[in-house]
């Protein structure tokens, strides 16, 4: 979009390095002549609808918000008051994005600064447009109190006195109804693309479960000759020459995992040995994040055990119990984990484990229902394997390498586009708000009534909390 844009007929440097060049009928002023702090708070409880801000979708219901960030507080009574048309900034995040307009009537967490125009001179659209600009969050650091940089604490008198690049009102409306409708169209585009990795996803997980369940025989792309009853809920009839194994007679040992005591420090100074826990598992095949390294000496002295793979490790305590992994080299893990050495090679050890994944939510609803889930090792050490002969075994999972091999590749070239467009769009905010390219004439053009976007779908959070992708950085209550 912005190669058809022009820039502006005339510049001025305005002396500020992350700014720039800008039009010269722009005034620079103060963040604190255009925007005061409400300060009002919720003390009488006049509203209960409680807001949240995620980056990417702004100020939403806290309803909205699923499984990420902190909690909200059960006291909302010091929580910040909020009306449609605030700007709402996360004091401790904004550095990275935790920015947002307010539709909303509601309150939000005392780390948030709500901010309200001062006169009807600005468009609140613009100064929200404003501050989704990259290059003015950065420049915030200088201002942070704290040691990491994303979770600075920018206090509100510094705030306040940033310069803020400011068109007359009718251009605002303008820079704001084209930014309206680019965005429009990039979230269209990028929700396009999320669909496409749902379809693909669920397309490569029917292709697993069909092969490792023996639905269909890989080699003829048909249905077996015959089959029987496994007598397993989750898996249903499968071919009749497959035979069914308990997992601990697959594998020739289990072990759980244990946590060097911290306090020593040679048992963590130049380790060399991938120490893992329940945050280390993805939806790959392979385990491969480590939390830390541990050194021999915490295996010689026996305060951890020593993994030889190939390994399937089970998260049989906290909130991810269940989920399963593969480990293909020497390692240790966390007391939350259980590994089952085999005794085959890694071929059919990637069969096991896929088709134990089909298990893992039946596995998590055998829990206890203690504060914290805790799978029965009787249970979890017999779990049903079927298996087929060896070099049926071998087929298949050559063929499911190859088939979701070519699917990866489609789903991270969609994630790739997303990437872009994000980035594009990131630029494109940049050079708009900043008077680079001169969109007046072209928005001049623009329906007056932008259509409202549903948002993008966005990654979830993990156990910890901590941000993971395009979504809210953790709120402080």
């Known amino acids: 979009m912005t190669q058809y844009l022009p820039p502006y ?15 010269t009928h722009w005034e620079v002023v103060r963040l604190g002549a255009v925007l005061a702090e409400r300060g009002e708070t919720n003390t009488e409880l006049q509203t209960t609808n409680v807001l949240s801000v995620l980056r990417n979708r702004g100020v939403i219901p806290y309803s909205e918000k699923g499984n990420i960030g902190n909690k909200k507080s059960e006291d909302i009574s010091r929580y910040k008051v909020v009306h449609p048309d605030d700007i709402v900034v996360n004091s401790m995040n904004v550095i990275i994005g935790s920015v947002g307009l307010s539709r909303y009537h509601g309150c939000l967490s005392p780390v948030y600064y709500v901010l309200t125009r001062r006169n009807d001179r600005y468009d609140p659209r613009y100064l929200n447009a404003y501050f989704q600009n990259k290059a003015f969050q950065h420049s915030l650091v200088r201002l942070g109190n704290g040691i990491l940089a994303h979770r600075m604490r920018i206090p509100m008198e510094k705030l306040k006195a940033e310069p803020f690049p400011l068109p007359p009102l009718a ?31 669920e397309y490569k997980q029917a292709l697993i479960h069909q092969a490792v369940t023996g639905q269909v025989d890989v080699r003829t792309g048909k249905p077996y000759p015959a089959y029987k009853d496994s007598g397993v809920d989750w898996l249903g009839k499968v071919p009749a020459h497959w035979e069914v194994r308990p997992l601990k007679r697959v594998a020739k040992c289990y072990q759980n995992g244990s946590t060097p005591p911290t306090s020593v420090e040679y048992y963590y100074k130049k380790g060399e040995i991938p ?22 000496k915490a295996i010689e002295e026996g305060v951890s055990k020593l993994i030889h793979a190939p390994a399937l490790l089970v998260v049989v305590i906290g909130a991810t119990a269940g989920r399963m992994t593969l480990m293909r080299e020497e390692g240790s893990t966390n007391q939350q984990i259980t590994a089952f050495e085999f005794k085959c090679d890694w071929r059919k050890s990637l069969f096991i484990l896929r088709q134990l994944r089909l298990c893992e939510s039946w596995l ?24 087929p002969p060896d070099d049926e075994i071998f087929d298949i999972v050559k063929y499911l390498d190859t088939q979701t091999a070519r699917i990866d590749a489609a789903i991270a070239s969609s994630r790739r586009s997303i990437d872009l467009l994000r980035e594009y769009r990131t630029r494109l905010i940049a050079d708009v708000v ?31 909390g901590i941000d993971v992708g395009d979504e809210e950085i953790c709120e402080e209550n």
């Open 9 to 23: 007929p005339a510049y001025k440097d305005t002396g500020i390095p992350w700014l720039g060049r800008i039009p």
């Open 171 to 201: 251009e605002q409306r303008l820079i704001a109804r084209y930014l309206d409708w680019a965005d429009g169209r990039i979230r269209r585009l990028i929700r396009a693309r999320q669909r496409q990795i749902k379809l693909l996803e």
């Open 275 to 296: 120490w893992y826990g329940p945050a280390s598992f993805t939806d790959r095949d392979y385990v491969s994040d480590p939390i830390r390294f541990i050194s021999k």
């Open 434 to 464: 900043t008077g680079k390219v001169d969109v007046r004439e072209v928005a001049a053009r623009l329906p007056e009534e932008v259509e409202e976007m549903a948002p993008e779908e966005t990654e979830e959070a993990g156990e910890e």
């Open 364 to 387: 998590r609803n055998t829990a206890s229902t203690a504060t914290i889930p805790i799978l029965d090792t009787n249970i979890v050490t017999n779990l049903p394997c079927v298996l």
